[in-house]
């Protein structure tokens, strides 16, 4: 790739050296030393890596506004009230001992991009036509906190404030907690803007199989989210005779198995999940009281999802029968499949093809804050290669040959939006 | 009951009202609003019940020795050196969100059985003929620290101090370190007894069932015990294809599910459980890529229980299949089943009997540090009735007249002890 990005005709506009910097920088806060990421939402190493960039936002003359709920906006003002906002970014955020790109790549480009756009804005003495705004939004990831998209929901009013702030970890600390500890509790009205911009690693090997270097998402899953909670009766696991037992773990255990099989029923079309289980007391020689299963349905079909939902609740009284035990769903979350911007997305084509690379069109099944986003302005979200398709681990890589293709086309479409203004699709 | 105990024949040996008084002053410290209790094994409430036990041997002129894994001795030596020892007492820890009369019963009226004796002995003026120790052992439960049974177990050689030691809680704390924290990190030489008698709340409702109020434990079940480790490989609960998932929970809930299975092929001779789950990275949308297990299989009879274990590990490879993981055993404890002391359980009938309450024989399915014990000398336990069998559960109740009946024996059998010498069987 580098013959293509070396060529006088496209030469790179961003500086790989800079960015490259930036994300070695950034994985100071939280790196482990495998290699992987640990930084979790408002966590000490969050606030760190949020003071990192919050300070490179101010000394590259962008105004940073944090809203109540921890979104960080460095706005950069320059085209005049009237003119349209683009918004870039994605969140700082990782899993517990997860990978360091998923996510942090999207931030970091965001402003690499953006100082390219503005160095290319002085050569070229053109006027732009947006302002920009670079985002990190708050716990993307809903590993701390659930759940996941929390910023970036609360933001577009899929979620109010006072609900995400009360959100409790599994310690019993609140958001609002959480962000005073770190010294991100604002109340800025944030910026409101016209296009929305994401890059990310793909966290899928797509792209890998057809030996492709970048795609845009044309298209989010939906998704259901239950967390369900399992009630038995906590008892000695000794004495206890096992036809007295109500055990609220065999519960979940029964629904873990039965989603599994569920899924097969619908292969490519369903994926279903139990990526967390909280068991109380969860004490060798207690039978369990309580087993809070957090369960995840997934389809680009919504007559897929409705099947699978109806299903699902089929297998919830199958294992309360089989465990002789009760259960109650705590919370719920509908997200309901979409398309990304067309406008948006044949612009990162052209971008891509410009410099030799064919883009591909993917669905995406993880949330992404595109995804929110989308409800409120025409969004996109852009994509590189992530090695073996592995994401959430901290092996998790993206070759930084890659990583700076991903950059430079980012910027690039971010200059044709400041050039040329917003697309008539998208305005 | 309160007939036969007024009776002028068969007076009351001890104070009712100290020993409630002992009860109501020991919940103090990690009893809970609903009546339940949380004295996790030293913990700071722990610490505390500790120093009260502490400050009330030392006032009542016992002297306290304090071992290498913090089991706490109350030494009353006036028999001189070549008199035979009787320990008796219980431990204080509890489970989590447990019961009070758990152990903490044990110790207390051990206390309040000691000093009784003491009173009489003064009173009919004769010379005692066995020494008492009052003890509480450390980590009776095994909830925060593995296994159960640690104090007793280090004691009678069944685990290594230096292992024991080691061992450490959810948050990584060892049991070294916590005994320090609380300043029960001993070093005495513990004292060795010729005779164990520990006095427990049933945990189970065959006292109930039987309108009975008094029992002894005559045989202790077998067990066998593992930490078992399903590991499979952390993915994005989104895009990662289901046919590619190696999920380690998904192996777990079907050992689960298996495990309830078996127990229900050999009915009332077999009792199986899983009381914990350990979830890693336990993260909503991060398909778990380690499982760690904690499971029981106990049964009365060495047969069965070979059997279950070898159905264990046909279990355990079918879990593997099915979720396509592997697995590791990261601990095993097997305890053989065995009786207890026949000597000390005909003195206990005699004076149950003499009170007008016929005794019960009983099994013990839980784990009781007489089980140890009963490996190094002539053993038994007690039992009172637990109201509807429930134990490890806050609404855990033993009534108040079956808790002075069952130290009232206790005296007794001490009296008889004292008095008589130790049975010729038990000697």
Known sequence: MANAMLDSTATTVISAQRLIALMTAMERYGGTPNGGMHRLTLSAEDGQARDHLSAWMHEHGLSVRIDGIGNMFGILDWAGPDAPTVMTGSHLDSQPRGGRFDGAYGVLAACEAVTAVRARVATEGVVPRCNFVVVNWTNEEGARFQPSLLGSSVYTGQMTLADALGRRDGEGISVADALQAIGYAGNAPP?????YVELHVECG???ERADQHFGAIVRHWGAVKYRLAFLGRQAHTGPTPMAQRQDALLGAAHLVCALRALADRAPGTLHTSVGRLEVRPNSPN???GEAVAFIELRSPDAAVLAWADAEFAACVRAAETAAKVTSEIRFVDRRPAGPFDAALVALAEQEAAGLGYPMR???TIAGHDAVPMALRCPSVVLVVPS????????AEFTKPEDIIL??????RVLWRLCRDGLPGGTA
Chains 1, 2 share one sequence.
């Open 286 to 288: 207690v039978v369990p």
């Open 406 to 411: 991903g950059g430079d086309i980012l910027a």
């Open 387 to 394: 090695v073996g398709g592995i994401c959430h681990h901290p």
């Open 205 to 207: 090997a797509e792209l």
């Open 361 to 363: 069109r993917l669905d």
């Open 191 to 195: 910026p409101i803007p016209q296009a």
